[in-house]
């Protein structure tokens, strides 16, 4: 698997990233989701240049010219809920993409921090021959992503696979690497180093859906 980490160069991105982890600006729940949906955009853009393109002829007002476009069938898929302000992020590049909803949660069977990751809803159009661009801000074990994957092969194998995140941790990329086919891309704004004992990056920045949107009752 091909890792993209954004900010292994210096950029914006850096300043909305240290938003999203700042307890304090945190608590301001409309800028954390625009800050996830602003690197959804960065991470579009930068999966972009690895598409198909074509030339195209346009005609403007005063001649015509050709322009390079993506030639692409893409199909965006989040992972709820935390997923939502990515895949808006990244919808707001590829306006034109098909979309994909699914549902992915920690279940604690014994109400101790062994967790198992379940999927319960799936809304999906058909993958087959396309670009699958699968979405959640938090790679922490890599469980989501990998149970996600597999709900996902009923609706057809698509011809590429990109993964897009805001912060993993290396050994949720380390099993993505054994889990997904070699030509699949990553795409993260950053990489911490380990996960704590309930399975939570560190440093990280806490639980993404509930910033985002709130807290929850537990299953």
């Known amino acids: 698997m091909q890792v993209n980490h954004l900010l292994e160069e210096n950029s914006i991105a850096g300043k909305f990233l240290a938003q999203l982890r700042d307890v304090e600006i945190q608590k301001d729940r409309m800028r954390f989701r625009r800050n996830i949906e602003r690197l959804g955009e960065i991470l579009g853009y930068e999966l972009s240049k690895q598409l198909r393109f074509s030339a195209k002829n346009i005609k403007t007002p005063l001649g015509n010219t050709k322009v390079n476009l993506p030639e692409n069938e ?3 898929c989040s992972i709820l809920r935390a997923g939502l302000p990515l895949h ?13 909803f699914i549902s992915a949660y920690r279940h604690h069977p014994n109400n101790d ?21 699968l979405a959640d801000p938090m790679l922490a074990t890599g469980g989501s992503f990998v149970n996600v994957m597999k709900a996902l092969k ?3 194998t698509p011809k590429e696979i990109h993964l ?3 912060i993993g941790a290396e050994e949720g990329i380390a099993n993505l ?23 939570y990056i560190v440093p990280g920045l806490g639980d993404a859906g509930d910033l985002c949107y709130g807290g929850k009752l537990q299953h």
């Open 113 to 133: 921090e062994q967790f198992e990751i379940v999927v319960e809803y799936l809304a999906s159009p058909s993958l087959e021959g396309k670009t699958l661009i």
């Open 164 to 166: 897009v995140a805001v």
């Open 154 to 156: 009923q609706m057809g």
């Open 88 to 100: 808006n992020g990244l919808l707001n590049y590829f306006d034109d993409a098909e979309n994909s």
């Open 177 to 199: 690497d054994k889990e997904f086919p070699e030509d699949s891309k990553l795409w993260i704004a950053t990489i911490d180093k380990e996960l704590n004992n309930h399975g």
């Open 74 to 76: 893409i199909v965006i």
